[in-house]
């Protein structure tokens, strides 16, 4: 048992460390190398066109839910023109960037450690070394440059549906009165709440692609191996994702507070 | 000139390679054989720096690649062409786009050079017209042919072959072979070869190593090789199993 807990811990550490080490090269390489503009919008279309039906669909009934369930708990204390307010800034600040995060982690984050992965076990990576080609060049840094532009587009749009899906809610199910929804979503959401999400979502894409592309680079022989990475990814990254979305909420709200 | 000293690998608890040294000059084409599992491959990885060794050093033309980083290894390799014993062909790229990978990736070319060389390369291993063809709809020997067009389209130094007739018909192992040849003769690279293919070494090779244990066994020249009477040599050569030896 504490063997098993002593190996445990150091695997976490060293895959931390290598964590580290990947993203220091993939520094490295933004300022030395110069990326292939075709490879970037390649990737943004794969991570971004492609996962947008997911993510809205996800925003919009996201959005609906929880202005259902804020109404019936706000109509016993007659707050009920509050309801859309509540959405709004749980939409901008948390709900937006986490659910289009956790699904995109789902998605592209799996995507690029099977990708990775099978080149790894069909040698297609050590071709690509014995070519003159670095794999971070190659292979990671797109995909980074890629989920950190196309994730805040994402959850950009996913916030703007899951409040225009809960104020059709509101409107047309809950019939709460349009006008005080809408003056009360906008005097209680703030620029730092829209902010909040979008900085977060930048954090998300980093960690979900240099999770997925650190996965795929490191993963074990066969089949097998592919399979293992590909798991791996998507509960690292969405652990990862919900861990640090909790800091983020305290730093962001300190930070931005005044604006 | 590629050189390995006292070259010692291990993975795990088990030592694959435990102090081998090698010497290959300019322009020779060597093979080194053994039996399945006894490092020749990882030997040959670590000649191109894709593994680095636990000790001992590889020196390609004096320069002493076993201490270099990745990006350091990276203008060494220029010099290197490698076929990989699947292959390994990037399989969302069509033929064309394969053999051109090397040539953009250099930045130096224009598309009509690189159309041109492309077509040059594919002629010398016998596939004109293979180019917008994709990985899956190439059989075994053309998906080889193809790895080595995209080894040598731009004129590396030293080729070197990773089992290069494994999972073939006799026939187009044969042609495969010839091929080897023909691009060592023409090209005039050095040529390392790891097979455990006896007729590949009868054609291609000069001389030969034989790894045996994590160790070099045997060194000499093609003829030495088929004439000795070690034991194991004479064994392996003839494809002879041990009887005191169970072999699966």
């Not at chain 2, 045996?212 to 070690?230: C, I, K, N």
Request: aromatic fraction near 6%.
């Amino acid at each position: 048992m504490y063997e098993a807990a002593r190996r445990w811990v150091n695997d976490a550490l060293e895959g931390l460390g290598n964590i580290g080490l990947l993203a220091v090269e993939i520094v490295r390489s933004l300022f030395t190398v110069r990326v292939n503009s075709r490879d970037i919008i390649n990737q943004i279309y794969f991570i971004g066109v492609k996962s947008l039906s997911v993510v809205l669909i996800t925003g919009a009934f996201t959005g609906m839910v929880l202005c259902a369930q804020t109404a019936f708990q706000f109509h016993k204390v007659k707050m009920d023109t509050a309801t859309l307010a509540v959405v709004s800034v749980s939409m901008c600040a948390e709900l937006g960037p986490v659910l289009s995060a956790l699904m995109v982690a789902g998605r592209v984050g799996a995507a690029m450690a099977a990708e990775l992965g099978t080149m790894r076990v069909t040698e297609q990576i050590d071709a690509l070394r014995t070519l003159a080609a670095h794999p971070v060049d190659y292979l990671v840094v797109p995909r980074i440059l890629g989920t950190l532009a196309a994730l805040p587009l994402l959850t950009g749009m996913s916030i703007t549906i899951g409040i225009a899906a809960g104020m059709f809610v509101a409107v047309f199910l809950m019939d709460i009165d349009p006008v005080y929804s809408w003056y009360n979503m906008l005097k209680h959401t703030g620029l730092s709440d829209v902010l909040q999400g979008l900085i977060k979502s930048v954090f998300f894409g980093g960690i979900i692609s240099l999770v997925g592309c650190y996965k795929g680079l490191t993963c074990g022989e066969g089949a097998e191996g592919v399979g293992r990475a590909t798991t791996e990814s998507v509960v690292i990254a969405s652990i990862g994702i919900l861990v640090s979305n909790f800091f983020l909420t305290l730093t962001l709200t300190r930070l931005l507070e005044h604006l | 000139m590629i050189e390995a000293r006292q070259l010692v690998k291990g993975f795990g608890r088990q030592r694959v390679l435990d102090g081998v040294s090698l010497r290959i000059e300019k322009g020779e084409a060597v093979a080194i054989i053994g039996r399945s599992g006894c490092g020749k491959s990882v030997l040959l990885k670590h000649l191109i720096g894709l593994l680095q060794p636990d000790s001992g050093e590889v020196l390609v033309n004096g320069e002493n690649i076993s201490k270099m980083d990745e990006r350091s290894l990276l203008q060494v390799r220029r010099r290197f062409g490698m076929l990989f014993q699947s292959a390994a062909l990037f399989d969302s790229m069509t033929v064309e786009e394969n053999i051109a990978f090397p040539l953009r990736r250099d930045g130096k070319w224009t598309e009509a050079q690189i159309a041109e060389k492309v077509q040059e390369a594919l002629e010398m291993v016998d596939l004109p017209g293979a180019g917008p063809k994709k990985p899956a709809q190439l059989s075994g020997g053309m998906r080889k042919r193809v790895g080595l067009a995209r080894a040598i389209v731009y004129r590396p130094e030293i080729v070197l072959y990773d089992e290069p007739t494994t999972g073939l018909d006799p026939v187009v192992a044969d042609s495969i072979d010839h091929l080897i040849l023909r691009v060592c003769e023409r090209l005039k690279v050095t040529t390392v070869v790891v097979t455990h293919d006896m007729r590949s070494v009868r054609t291609i090779a000069q001389r030969a190593f034989m790894l045996h244990q994590g160790r070099m066994y045997f060194t000499g020249t093609t003829a030495e090789l088929f004439a000795s009477q070690d034991p194991i040599v004479s064994r392996f050569v003839q494809g002879i199993s041990d009887p005191k030896e169970l072999v699966f």
